[in-house]
Structures are given as structure tokens and as C-alpha cells.
Nanobody, 129 residues
């Protein structure tokens, strides 16, 4: 069983920055691809960013490219989401997710929420205008 715990959310003014963290326990962290998603009220859960097992590949939704950066530290079992130039439309709870990889799927950087195996409880990000 894998447990994911997010932190770092909060209230920030437009143009500000936050860094989210997600720490995993339960299995070898380097065998996961990791992703961040968000779900604004009344909307479906949306892909934000994902990173491969070793950090060599990253993917972002177009709306955050150039503003957000995903990274990971396998020694600390932690994935990060650095969010800069925040906008009110970024307001949502943010969830991290883990996909367990095999030798056959080690290069995957999944963008579809249904591909992920484990989810955290979420951390709220609120951006005021």
C-alpha cells in the first residue's frame, strides 16, 4: 500500500508563488511515475503535470507551461510542484498521484488520471485577484 501526503497549499495573491510537496511511503519511490492534478468546483479533475521515475521527462498542461515546474527527489521520496505567476484560475485543491511502473512501462509519464494507482488527499490552493 502506498500513502501520499501533500503539503504546501495556501492563500496567495495573483502573481505570487507556492511550492507543493508530496511525500510517499510504502514502496520504492523510484518505481513510480508521479503526477499532479487539480479539480476546481464543478469541474472534472484536470491533469497539471507529470514526471518520469528518474525526473528525466516531464509533461505539463498548456495552461501552466512556463509557470509551473515539477521535480522529484527520490532520496526523499518526494515530488514537488513549483507554481509561479499564479492566477485566480489556478484556484483548486491539488492532488498528487502515483503510478506503479514495471520494466515494460518505466518510461511512461501518464497524463490520464485513470492511469494512476494511488492518490493523496489534496492540498488547497487559493489565488486571490
Amino acid at each position: 500500500q502506498v500513502q501520499l501526503v501533500e503539503s504546501g497549499g495556501g492563500l496567495v495573491q495573483a502573481g505570487g508563488s507556492l511550492r507543493l510537496s508530496c511525500t510517499a511511503s510504502g514502496r520504492t519511490f523510484s518505481t513510480y511515475a508521479m503526477g499532479w492534478f487539480r479539480q476546481a468546483p464543478g469541474k472534472e479533475r484536470e491533469f497539471v503535470a507529470a514526471i518520469s521515475w528518474n525526473g528525466g521527462s516531464t509533461v505539463y498542461v498548456d495552461s501552466v507551461k512556463g509557470r509551473f515546474s515539477i521535480s522529484r527527489d527520490n532520496a526523499k521520496n518526494t515530488v514537488y510542484l513549483q507554481m509561479n505567476s499564479l492566477e485566480p484560475d489556478d484556484t483548486a485543491p491539488y492532488y498528487c498521484a502515483a503510478k506503479v511502473l514495471t520494466l515494460a512501462t518505466m518510461r511512461l509519464v501518464p497524463q490520464n488520471l485513470h492511469e494512476y494507482d494511488y492518490w493523496g488527499q489534496g492540498t488547497q490552493v487559493t489565488v486571490s485577484s
